[in-house]
C-alpha cells in the first residue's frame, strides 16, 4: 500500500478538501498512473452530496472523479498493453469479473461484479475505491484506455464518462445521417452529445432550458436549438424525431420530449435526477414510443468513442481549474455555469 494525495468530501453536507488515502501496489496485472487531468462530472456531486442514498449510498470519506487522464508510472509483470511514461485513462470503471455474458460481450458495464472507480467496495485492500481528484490511480490494465496521441488531454479527460455516456446510446440506437436527433441539457454530457450527433451525420436539435447557450450550441455542431421552455417552439417539433438523448441532471418533464418522437422512436435518459420522473403511458403507447436508460458503455466501445475522437478530432470544452477551485465547480455546476466541462489539473495537487 502506499499513500495517495486527494480531495474528499467527508460527509454530504461538507466542502471537498485535501487529504491522502490508501492505494494498493499496482499487482502484476495492474497500472498505476499519475494523473495529470481528471473531469467533473454531475454525478461526482450527486455522489458527494449523498444525492442518489436510495441507490447507491455515499462511504465517506468520499474522492469522487472518473474521468481520468495520466502518465503511467508502474506496471505489473504481467502488463501488456503499457509501460511506464505512456498516456493512458480511466473511466468509471476499474473491474469486473471478466467472466459472465455480459463481460464476455464486452458489456463490462453490465457485470453483476463490477467495481466503479469510486464509492465501491476495494477487493485488494479493503475499504472503498477512490476515484481520479488524487494524484494517482491503480487499475486492471483491462480497464485502462489508450489515447489517440493528437487529442488534447485536458479535454480528453471527460470523454472518459461524458463521452462514452452519450455515444453509446446513440450507436445503440442507429444515430446516423438521415435521422432527426434531439439533444435535451448542454451540460458536460448534452454537448458531448451535441458533438457526436452532428459527427455521425444526424440533424441535430439541442433543447436547452439557457438562452444565453444558443450560440454555442450551434457551434458544437446543433443545426437547430429549441428552447424548451416555449411551448410554441416545442411544438413545431411533435412527432418528428427518431431518438432524444436526455441529459438533464435535475427535476424536468419528460413527457414534453416523449411527444416530440415519431412513431417507434426511442428516447434514453442518461440524466440521473435525485427523484422519480413521472411518465405519461398515453404518451408512449399512442405513438408505440419507447423509454429506455443507459449506463456509460463497455470497455471496447470506450475505446472505439476515444479512437472516433481521435478520428475526428473531438474533445470535450472545457475550463481547466486547480483543484483548490473544485468547491466553487460545484456550486456553479448546480447553476449550470460551465462550458462545457470543468476538467482539474492535478499539478496543481502538489501545492497541498
Ligand atoms: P451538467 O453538466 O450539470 O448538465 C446538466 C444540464 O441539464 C444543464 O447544463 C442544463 O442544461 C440542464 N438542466 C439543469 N437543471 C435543469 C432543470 N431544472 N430543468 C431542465 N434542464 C436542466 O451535468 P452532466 O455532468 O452533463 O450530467 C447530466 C446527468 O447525467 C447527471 O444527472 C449525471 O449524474 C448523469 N450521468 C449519467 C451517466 C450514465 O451513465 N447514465 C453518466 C454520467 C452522468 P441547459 O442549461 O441547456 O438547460
Ligand atoms: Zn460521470
Redesign the pocket.
Known amino acids: 500500500m502506499y499513500q495517495s494525495k486527494a480531495y474528499a468530501a467527508s460527509s454530504a453536507t461538507s466542502p471537498l478538501a485535501s487529504t491522502t488515502v490508501a492505494r494498493r501496489d499496482p499487482t502484476e496485472h495492474d497500472v498505476q498512473l499519475e494523473i495529470l487531468f481528471c473531469g467533473?462530472?454531475?454525478?461526482?456531486?450527486?455522489?458527494v452530496r449523498n444525492e442518489?442514498k436510495e441507490v447507491m449510498p455515499t462511504v465517506y470519506p468520499c474522492v469522487p472523479g472518473?474521468e481520468i487522464v495520466g502518465r503511467v508510472t508502474r506496471v505489473g509483470s504481467a502488463v501488456t498493453k503499457f509501460k511506464p511514461g505512456d498516456i493512458g485513462a480511466v473511466g468509471?470503471l476499474v473491474d469486473s469479473d471478466g467472466t459472465c455474458p455480459e463481460c464476455k460481450a464486452g458489456l463490462e458495464?453490465f457485470c453483476p461484479n463490477i467495481t466503479l472507480t469510486y464509492n465501491f467496495p476495494e477487493k485488494h485492500i479493503g475499504g472503498v475505491t477512490y476515484g481520479g481528484y488524487s494524484d494517482s490511480i491503480v487499475a486492471d490494465e483491462r480497464f485502462v484506455l489508450r489515447v489517440p496521441a493528437n487529442l488534447n488531454l485536458a479535454g480528453t479527460a471527460p470523454l472518459l464518462?461524458?463521452g462514452?455516456?452519450t455515444y453509446s446510446p446513440m450507436r445503440h440506437w442507429g444515430v446516423t445521417k438521415g435521422k432527426k436527433v434531439g439533444v435535451?441539457?448542454?451540460?458536460?454530457?448534452?454537448?458531448?452529445a451535441t458533438k457526436f450527433a452532428h459527427a455521425l451525420g444526424a440533424h441535430t436539435v439541442?433543447?436547452?432550458?439557457?438562452p444565453?447557450?444558443k450560440d454555442d450550441?450551434l457551434r458544437l455542431g446543433a443545426d437547430e436549438v429549441v428552447l424548451?421552455r416555449d411551448a410554441n417552439e416545442m411544438a413545431k417539433h411533435a412527432g418528428s424525431f427518431d431518438f432524444i438523448l436526455d441529459?438533464?441532471?435535475?427535476?424536468?418533464d419528460i413527457n414534453a420530449y416523449i411527444q416530440l418522437l415519431r412513431r417507434d422512436g426511442n428516447i434514453t435518459?442518461?440524466?440521473?435526477?435525485e427523484q422519480p420522473l413521472p411518465v405519461s403511458a398515453f404518451a408512449l403507447i399512442f405513438g408505440g414510443r419507447s423509454l429506455s436508460?443507459?449506463?456509460?458503455?463497455g470497455i471496447p466501445e470506450t475505446q472505439e468513442m476515444l479512437d472516433f475522437c481521435g478520428q475526428h478530432n473531438i474533445t470535450a470544452d472545457v475550463e481547466v481549474i486547480p483543484i483548490q477551485k473544485v468547491n466553487e465547480a460545484y456550486e456553479r455546476?448546480?447553476k449550470?455555469d460551465?462550458k462545457?466541462?470543468f476538467s482539474i489539473d492535478m499539478a496543481s495537487l502538489k501545492a497541498e
Open positions: 467533473i462530472c454531475h454525478s461526482d456531486l450527486h455522489q442518489w472518473h468509471c458495464q464518462c461524458a462514452i455516456t435535451v441539457g448542454l451540460g458536460g454530457l448534452g454537448h458531448m439541442v433543447f436547452t432550458t439557457s444565453s447557450k450550441a424548451s441529459a438533464v441532471a435535475a427535476q424536468h435518459l442518461v440524466g440521473a435526477p436508460g443507459s449506463p456509460i458503455g455546476l448546480v449550470s460551465v462545457y466541462r
